[in-house]
Structure formats: C-alpha cells, structure tokens
C-alpha cells in the first residue's frame, strides 16, 4: 500500500537523520494512512478511501458524497 491519500493527495516527505555526531543519512516521513470503508447511499454500495487521519476529520466535516466527489474531480476511480 503506497503512503499516498486519495482526498488531500499527502505523500511522503524526505529530510536527514541527524545522529549525535551530527552525521546524515536519508530518511522518510509517512503521512498517516488509514484504509476506512464508508457507506455511499447515492451509489448503494460501499466505497474504500485510502485516507490520512487529517482526511478522515475533513470527511466527517464534509460527507462521504461531497469526498466521493472531490477524488472524482481529480480523477481518480472510486
């Protein structure tokens, strides 16, 4: 599963690791992806987002419809 979320596209970050003798090596911020399931009345059937915990608050704002839409708008298949 790829670190990516389908609402507000965040993907992963890159920076350095700093030891105590302050040399650097690579490393990766992962956004919080959760996969949740969610009930599509218009479509009868339920939809499976790949959402970031932030994306999971903006849909319990919005509504799984107008998010449904959004991703559509981009598109990308629901």
Known sequence: ??????LTGARPGFGN???????RTSRRFDPNIQRKRYWLPSEGRSVRLTLSARAIRT?????????VARIRARGEKV
């Open 1 to 6: 599963m790829s670190a990516h979320c389908q």
């Open 17 to 23: 690791r700093i030891s105590h003798s302050h040399r």
């Open 59 to 67: 849909v319990d704002a919005i509504g799984v419809e107008a998010t």
